[in-house]
């Protein structure tokens, strides 16, 4: 059937503006993939792009002054923690190699004698917290083996029995004296177990009771007299003997005191002999070995070597008989921090930062329903293990732990870490007690997060944030697509087909990875460095090749992995195109219509985003209220869309308002709009609406458009072009199939952003289906319309007859009617 003169002169305007069938995808040259499997290449030892971060975290972890910690942007799944994992070793390496390396030490808490609540905090060299801790353990067993020798052994006993003999003579002395002096008044003393009884004596033999009662007023006083004298007598010699008693203890005391010095001073020499150079560790055996001597007794009821009891509460201050349940407590070391298995540097990286797992906890214990605990019930947390070294932290994961992130600010500026009770974070009661020295702290912070973290921190915590992270490393999502990094990319497929355990690929189905690579992007000349996605691709492309049974992973399953992912994930895009073949959604893609055009839109779902063509219409009519947003009117649009729509009346107001003020009242919708417009990529398809509306002059309903403009008239570009091209390509597909006059227009910026599909490109190429591409509002307007757009004269005038002679024909009948309307009201009037 022969086409009308008025389409072929459509075709004619719109051919300049195709886009050939090459320039809608990455058209890949198999020459610069010199290999034809993967498994012939050498696995990925480095980072793809990234210069600029890789620099920036090398220099954070080189500058070693307060402050220069590391914040490290990028979106997920570009490599910044591997990144950082390398960089980190790399300079540990070089450090090591230079001598410049840090001394890291272990650190243990031990018990405090001034105050039993504040565990004391000692640092000792890498690797001596557990020697510490097993001659601290062996010390107390061989004191409690060797004690109870001692004080049994015939020396010690010799002079235990001397000193007896001696205060068993005084205070036979004294009881000696008090016998004479009763004696002498006639009286008996007589030893009983309730203590002295002293009685008169009748005849050589004790007066009876009866005697006593018989006997006369005068001499019943006299013995009574005598009686009291003696009494007093008797309680002298009591005290006496009471103070020669606790004389007797006492230089018992410190018999075996003297005795257990010299034992004391030989079970801690191998400890003392070990601490010369760390005073803290010397004071504390000074105390400990007082401990003992003080409280000797525990170690004399010991039959046998006792193990040492963990983690029992501690009792009274020293010098008292026991320390709580367990008064062997104080031979108990905590190795908080035990770095005998690092080599080098500590590198710590915590993926679960909540208040315990950063700055340690202090655990309890319920005894006789109380919570106890001690200073072996400390436990560390990441800045205890990563002191010295390097500490790695996600963003995100600190700021949702209550009080992580306030913690981590005060922890790096006052460089040492407690250990200590979240109680005022959590909101939660906790029974306080101990309150353990704090650890000073030396260590390099480096938080990873997105953009808009960062961005959140420096505007709403700038105070603290600049001054404790000073660099800033920031990963690209993408690199150049050039020979170099294809190779790279080939190698990094080689790499994670090992440590994965992969098949090999192909030389087409790498090509088909990289094409992924460069749509993840939309750009022909960039890679993604999203290498997560990447790793996500060859695991699928590989389950598809190994259930069809072949040896390596071909072109067609990369293809198909990618098919069936987006089949997974496009219920919603479905649905949307049945009820555009339904009549549900009101869309047409063949014929004209005034006032009426295909927008297209991008759907977002997450992890899924398709495009879809949405009919916009306008409405022009005489009046003043100018242009009027429906889904403004109706709080369905956001702010960027708002923009658009205000443009327009920039645009038309230069274009045909120069020399007359534009009267219009014009309304614009998105037909079947439920859900809310943003953006300002559909300003260029509203003025396309507004212009038909005004000019009177048709659209092709077979041409959807995408496209933001300024006030100029300039075409300007938008994101989300593959999806869009493919959106309108699948409806026109599904509704009433290819005519080969379908298309899109794109701004002409966004073709190097064309990836699209294999399909689409094909039908492109077959020429059943088109993409235009446009700089201004005019080129669009004639691919759209079939007529010129027409270019305005040096007095303002456009040529007759084209699409914006005829707009500025319809601005002066409406400006005509308006000033006649108000001349005919005003007449009235008068």
């Given at each position: 059937?022969?086409?009308?003169?008025?389409?072929?002169?459509?075709?004619?305007?719109?051919?300049?503006?195709?886009?050939?069938?090459?320039?809608?995808?990455?058209?890949?040259?198999?020459?610069?993939?010199?290999?034809?499997?993967?498994?012939?290449?050498?696995?990925?030892?480095?980072?793809?792009?990234?210069?600029?971060?890789?620099?920036?975290?090398?220099?954070?972890?080189?500058?070693?002054?307060?402050?220069?910690?590391?914040?490290?942007?990028?979106?997920?799944?570009?490599?910044?923690?591997?990144?950082?994992?390398?960089?980190?070793?790399?300079?540990?390496?070089?450090?090591?190699?230079?001598?410049?390396?840090?001394?890291?030490?272990?650190?243990?808490?031990?018990?405090?004698?001034?105050?039993?609540?504040?565990?004391?905090?000692?640092?000792?060299?890498?690797?001596?917290?557990?020697?510490?801790?097993?001659?601290?353990?062996?010390?107390?067993?061989?004191?409690?083996?060797?004690?109870?020798?001692?004080?049994?052994?015939?020396?010690?006993?010799?002079?235990?029995?001397?000193?007896?003999?001696?205060?068993?003579?005084?205070?036979?002395?004294?009881?000696?004296?008090?016998?004479?002096?009763?004696?002498?008044?006639?009286?008996?003393?007589?030893?009983?177990?309730?203590?002295?009884?002293?009685?008169?004596?009748?005849?050589?033999?004790?007066?009876?009771?009866?005697?006593?009662?018989?006997?006369?007023?005068?001499?019943?006083?006299?013995?009574?007299?005598?009686?009291?004298?003696?009494?007093?007598?008797?309680?002298?010699?009591?005290?006496?003997?009471?103070?020669?008693?606790?004389?007797?203890?006492?230089?018992?005391?410190?018999?075996?005191?003297?005795?257990?010095?010299?034992?004391?001073?030989?079970?801690?020499?191998?400890?003392?002999?070990?601490?010369?150079?760390?005073?803290?560790?010397?004071?504390?055996?000074?105390?400990?070995?007082?401990?003992?001597l003080d409280n000797i007794n525990l170690f004399k009821e010991s039959e046998g070597p006792a193990p040492l009891v963990v983690g029992m509460p501690p009792g009274p201050a020293p010098g008292g008989?026991?320390?709580?349940?367990?008064?062997?407590?104080?031979?108990?070391?905590?190795?908080?921090?035990?770095?005998?298995?690092?080599?080098?540097?500590?590198?710590?990286?915590?993926?679960?930062?909540?208040?315990?797992?950063?700055?340690?906890?202090?655990?309890?214990?319920?005894?006789?329903?109380?919570?106890?605990?001690?200073?072996?019930?400390?436990?560390?947390?990441?800045?205890?293990?990563?002191?010295?070294?390097?500490?790695?932290?996600?963003?995100?994961?600190?700021?949702?732990?209550?009080?992580?992130?306030?913690?981590?600010?005060?922890?790096?500026?006052?460089?040492?870490?407690?250990?200590?009770?979240?109680?005022?974070?959590?909101?939660?009661?906790?029974?306080?007690?101990?309150?353990?020295?704090?650890?000073?702290?030396?260590?390099?912070?480096?938080?990873?997060?997105?953009?808009?973290?960062?961005?959140?921190?420096?505007?709403?915590?700038?105070?603290?944030?600049?001054?404790?992270?000073?660099?800033?490393?920031?990963?690209?999502?993408?690199?150049?697509?050039?020979?170099?990094?294809?190779?790279?990319?080939?190698?990094?497929?080689?790499?994670?087909?090992?440590?994965?355990?992969?098949?090999?690929?192909?030389?087409?189905?790498?090509?088909?990875?990289?094409?992924?690579?460069?749509?993840?992007?939309?750009?022909?000349?960039?890679?993604?460095?999203?290498?997560?996605?990447?790793?996500?691709?060859?695991?699928?492309?590989?389950?598809?090749?190994?259930?069809?049974?072949?040896?390596?992973?071909?072109?067609?399953?990369?293809?198909?992995?990618?098919?069936?992912?987006?089949?997974?994930?496009?219920?919603?895009?479905?649905?949307?195109?049945?009820?555009?073949?339904?009549?549900?959604?009101?869309?047409?893609?063949?014929?004209?219509?005034?006032?009426?055009?295909?927008?297209?839109?991008?759907?977002?779902?997450?992890?899924?985003?398709?495009?879809?063509?949405?009919?916009?219409?306008?409405?022009?009519?005489?009046?003043?209220?100018?242009?009027?947003?429906?889904?403004?009117?109706?709080?369905?649009?956001?702010?960027?869309?708002?923009?658009?729509?205000?443009?327009?009346?920039?645009?038309?107001?230069?274009?045909?308002?120069?020399?007359?003020?534009?009267?219009?009242?014009?309304?614009?919708?998105?037909?079947?709009?439920?859900?809310?417009?943003?953006?300002?990529?559909?300003?260029?398809?509203?003025?396309?609406?507004?212009?038909?509306?005004?000019?009177?002059?048709?659209?092709?309903?077979?041409?959807?458009?995408?496209?933001?403009?300024?006030?100029?008239?300039?075409?300007?570009?938008?994101?989300?072009?593959?999806?869009?091209?493919?959106?309108?390509?699948?409806?026109?597909?599904?509704?009433?199939?290819?005519?080969?006059?379908?298309?899109?227009?794109?701004?002409?910026?966004?073709?190097?952003?064309?990836?699209?599909?294999?399909?689409?490109?094909?039908?492109?190429?077959?020429?059943?289906?088109?993409?235009?591409?446009?700089?201004?509002?005019?080129?669009?307007?004639?691919?759209?319309?079939?007529?010129?757009?027409?270019?305005?004269?040096?007095?303002?005038?456009?040529?007759?007859?084209?699409?914006?002679?005829?707009?500025?024909?319809?601005?002066?009948?409406?400006?005509?009617?308006?000033?006649?309307?108000?001349?005919?009201?005003?007449?009235?009037?008068?």
């Open positions: 059937m022969p086409r009308s003169r008025k389409s072929r002169t459509s075709d004619d305007l719109a051919a300049k503006y195709l886009v050939e069938w090459q320039k809608t995808t990455w058209i890949r040259d198999m020459n610069i993939l010199a290999f034809k499997c993967t498994d012939e290449l050498v696995p990925l030892d480095r980072f793809i792009g990234q210069d600029r971060a890789q620099e920036a975290i090398r220099f954070g972890l080189e500058i070693d002054k307060p402050g220069y910690n590391l914040f490290v942007t990028g979106l997920t799944g570009t490599g910044k923690t591997s990144a950082i994992k390398a960089h980190l070793q790399s300079v540990v390496d070089d450090l090591d190699s230079q001598e410049q390396r840090r001394p890291i030490s272990d650190w243990v808490y031990v018990h405090s004698f001034e105050d039993a609540d504040r565990p004391k905090a000692i640092s000792l060299p890498r690797g001596a917290g557990k020697v510490y801790r097993q001659q601290f353990s062996g010390a107390l067993r061989t004191l409690q083996e060797e004690i109870p020798k001692m004080l049994k052994s015939e020396s010690f006993a010799a002079q235990l029995r001397s000193q007896e003999e001696t205060d068993r003579k005084a205070t036979q002395e004294l009881m000696n004296g008090l016998e004479l002096a009763a004696k002498a008044a006639n009286f008996a003393v007589q030893l009983t177990p309730s203590g002295i009884t002293i009685f008169p004596m009748t005849e050589d033999r004790p007066m009876t009771p009866d005697e006593y009662q018989a006997l006369e007023a005068e001499p019943k006083k006299a013995i009574d007299e005598v009686r009291t004298q003696l009494m007093q007598h008797t309680q002298d010699t009591m005290t006496k003997i009471r103070e020669l008693e606790k004389a007797s203890a006492e230089r018992i005391q410190e018999l075996e005191r003297s005795a257990g010095h010299q034992l004391v001073d030989q079970v801690f020499f191998d400890l003392h002999a070990l601490s010369q150079e760390i005073p803290e560790m010397q004071k504390y055996l000074s105390d400990l070995s007082g401990y003992v008989a026991a320390l709580g349940i367990n008064p062997f407590l104080p031979f108990d070391i905590n190795v908080l921090v035990d770095n005998s298995a690092v080599e080098k540097l500590p590198i710590i990286i915590e993926p679960n930062p909540n208040w315990g797992n950063l700055f340690g906890r202090i655990e309890r214990r319920a005894i006789m329903g109380a919570y106890v605990s001690d200073h072996a019930m400390l436990k560390p947390g990441a800045a205890h293990l990563a002191n010295g070294g390097y500490l790695v932290l996600n963003a995100r994961d600190v700021l949702m732990a209550p009080g992580a992130w306030e913690g981590l600010k005060r922890t790096i500026r006052n460089r040492e870490v407690r250990l200590e009770d979240p109680a005022e974070q959590t909101g939660f009661f906790i029974p306080q007690g101990l309150r353990p020295e704090p650890v000073p702290l030396d260590l390099k912070v480096i938080v990873t997060g997105d953009e808009s973290i960062y961005r959140l921190l420096t505007s709403s915590d700038n105070e603290d944030f600049w001054d404790l992270f000073k660099v800033k490393a920031e990963f690209d999502y993408r690199v150049d697509l050039n020979e170099e990094n294809m190779m790279a990319y080939c190698s990094f497929i080689c790499r994670t087909c090992e440590d994965e355990g992969l098949l090999a690929f192909e030389a087409e189905g790498a090509a088909r990875v990289l094409e992924f690579g460069a749509r993840q992007v939309s750009d022909q000349n960039k890679l993604s460095t999203r290498f997560g996605q990447i790793k996500d691709l060859l695991i699928e492309a590989d389950y598809w090749a190994r259930k069809d049974d072949f040896k390596t992973v071909q072109e067609h399953h990369v293809r198909q992995a990618i098919n069936q992912k987006v089949y997974r994930l496009s219920l919603v895009e479905e649905r949307i195109r049945e009820m555009v073949s339904d009549g549900s959604l009101l869309l047409d893609v063949t014929g004209e219509a005034v006032g009426q055009i295909n927008g297209l839109a991008v759907y977002d779902l997450g992890d899924f985003s398709f495009g879809r063509p949405t009919r916009i219409t306008a409405q022009t009519f005489a009046g003043r209220e100018g242009l009027i947003n429906i889904e403004r009117e109706a709080l369905m649009s956001g702010r960027t869309h708002d923009k658009g729509v205000l443009i327009l009346s920039g645009y038309l107001g230069a274009k045909f308002g120069h020399d007359r003020p534009l009267t219009l009242s014009a309304s614009l919708c998105f037909e079947q709009s439920y859900d809310g417009v943003d953006g300002d990529s559909a300003s260029s398809t509203e003025i396309y609406a507004l212009s038909s509306s005004l000019s009177g002059l048709p659209l092709r309903q077979d041409i959807a458009v995408t496209g933001s403009v300024n006030q100029m008239g300039e075409i300007q570009p938008i994101g989300g072009v593959n999806q869009k091209v493919e959106g309108m390509f699948d409806v026109c597909r599904a509704v009433s199939g290819l005519t080969g006059t379908q298309g899109v227009i794109i701004p002409h910026q966004n073709v190097k952003n064309l990836m699209l599909r294999d399909d689409v490109v094909e039908a492109i190429k077959e020429g059943k289906f088109h993409v235009y591409a446009v700089k201004t509002i005019d080129e669009g307007l004639e691919i759209l319309t079939g007529k010129t757009a027409g270019e305005a004269d040096a007095s303002g005038a456009f040529p007759k007859d084209s699409v914006n002679y005829l707009i500025a024909k319809r601005f002066g009948e409406l400006n005509d009617s308006m000033r006649g309307y108000f001349q005919g009201v005003f007449a009235n009037g008068s």
